[in-house]
């Protein structure tokens, strides 16, 4: 039998506690609105909840929680006196949970989660209109521990210190299954260093989960990917509307013996307009294989992307910024836009653009799926020094693995769409201002049409042919670094 429980039907208007403590057992320390709509009890409701100095779950089930079907708001902690909800090794310890509606929850303090799956954690079962969490959000052992999670929308999540990937599966995550309208993480002061999305050891930790649009997230801090597959990123299957990242976005790196993929990463269906303040940064290779260590990939499109820093991958792991382009509204005679403006203001070491490629990327095809010959790509500009860099549209390496060469082809086979053959892949136009310094091996700029490409400070257009699919150029001589056109 549960002890140290309130257990209400009809309506809390309004109430202060000063702590909520789970126990051993199930379902102990808890406030525990009726959700039973038959005759016995009546749905209960809280009106506005407020907890002096935070919720500890405890090692029995469900202990240290606030349920109801439909809660107005709760507060822990007031003011400078932190308060902290925290998860215990009981499943779903140290929880606040709306069953049917969630209206506002503000932490003066951290979300902790612990050895329990699905503990320490802020859940709404339909809806939630604001999360606001002082301090951090912080993954534990547990499964899914340590989260703000939501079946449906939620209006404005606000996280002022970091999200903090732990060891248990999908733990320190922010998980909405439909739209998110409003993201924030880290204060707005250059001289606070929060505000990182990082990863850590678990799979799919340290992660922001979106199942339909994203329309506005500012990240203070960084994005830092983790050990774990999938960690330390952003996921929207929608789009994203606007999102500003003032730090870096960092790959992970894999540990000896294992094989990551998808660590430090942006992955949407479509993105409209996003900012990178600082670089972006692939890990180490110290296992047996990395792939989409620091990646950006849409479904659809990229329409805008600036970088501020320099993008720094590695011979073996390259940095990845890919759209597939399906789906994009094409004008008129010019197939699927993929990338439509992409601007790296520092420099760029091994790095693949890619237009037509989606996602499922992994150590063995780290370019991920080739998907659309129709794609298009419109404007790159890199400000800085370029080195072993492949731009390409629509098209595959070959047996090979290098672009540039003889048996580069059109994307065909399982899991492309087909290709019309009266659209033609091409590439608009790309400027490379400072130095393109010699590769080792051969990269490219490669498409059906390359139709303008600027070289130096001074913008010099090489020479190119007129029309598709006869163009073979040094971009300078002696580069390793070539235009090539396809055969259409």
């Known amino acids: 039998m549960p002890t140290g429980q309130i257990f209400f039907t009809g309506t809390l208007g309004a109430a202060t506690v000063g702590e909520i403590i789970g126990g051993s057992g199930a379902s102990s320390g808890t406030i525990n609105g009726s959700s039973n709509t038959g005759t ?21 089930t469900s202990s240290g929680q606030v349920f109801a079907p439909t809660i107005g708001s709760v507060v822990l902690g007031t003011g400078p006196a932190t308060a902290d909800l925290v998860g215990g090794t009981g499943g779903s310890s140290g929880a606040i949970i709306g069953d049917s509606r969630l209206g506002t929850v503000v932490i003066n303090g951290n979300i902790e989660g612990g050895d329990g799956e699905n ?68 204060h707005q002061k250059p001289e606070v260093s929060d505000g990182n999305l990082v990863g850590g050891a678990g799979e799919s930790s340290g992660k922001l989960s979106i199942g339909g649009k994203m329309d506005s997230a500012l990240i203070n801090g960084s994005i830092k990917g983790g050990t774990g597959n999938n960690s330390g990123g952003i996921a929207v299957t929608g789009e994203i509307t606007n999102l500003a990242l003032r730090g870096d976005l960092e790959g992970g790196s894999s540990l000896a013996g294992n094989t990551t993929a998808l660590t430090g990463f942006v992955t949407a269906g479509r993105i409209a307009q996003m900012t990178v303040g600082g670089d972006i940064k692939v890990g180490n290779n110290g296992g047996t294989g990395l792939a989409d260590s620091a990646a950006i990939r849409a479904n659809r499109d990229i329409q805008s992307l600036l970088v501020r820093g320099s993008i720094l991958g590695d011979i073996s792991t390259p940095a990845v910024i890919a759209a597939a382009g399906i789906g994009a509204p094409p004008p008129a005679g010019t197939g699927d836009v993929a990338i439509q403006r992409l601007v790296i203001d520092g420099d760029v070491s091994y790095l693949n653009i890619l237009g037509g490629y989606g996602g499922n990327a992994f150590a063995g095809a780290p370019l991920g799926t080739p998907t659309n010959a129709d794609a298009q790509i419109g404007s790159v500009v890199i400000r800085g020094d370029i080195l072993g860099t492949n731009i390409v549209a629509g098209v595959t ?76 150029e040094p971009v300078v001589a002696g580069s390793n670094f070539v235009v090539r056109e396809i055969a259409v």
């Open 40 to 60: 016995a009890f009546r749905e209960a409701n809280i009106g506005n909840l407020h907890v002096l100095r935070g919720i500890t779950g405890g090692s029995g």
């Open 119 to 186: 503990s320490g954690g802020v859940f709404s079962n339909a809806s939630l209109k604001t999360a606001a969490v002082r301090g951090s959000v912080i993954g534990g052992s547990g499964e899914e521990s340590g989260r703000i999670a939501v079946i449906g929308s939620a209006a404005s999540v606000a996280v002022l210190g970091d999200i903090q990937g732990g060891t248990g599966k999908s733990s320190g995550t922010v998980d909405i299954t439909r739209s998110l309208t409003k993201l924030t993480l880290g």
């Open 397 to 472: 390496s070959g047996a090979d693995g290098r672009f540039g060469t003889a048996d580069d082809a059109l994307i065909t086979g399982q899991g492309a769409v087909p290709d019309d053959p009266t659209v033609f892949s091409t590439i608009a136009r790309v400027v490379l201002q400072a130095a393109v310094q010699t590769n080792t091996d051969l990269y490219a700029i490669v498409a059906q049409a390359v139709k303008t490409v600027l070289v130096g400070s001074d913008g010099t257009p090489l020479e190119l042919s007129l029309g598709r699919g006869n163009d073979n």
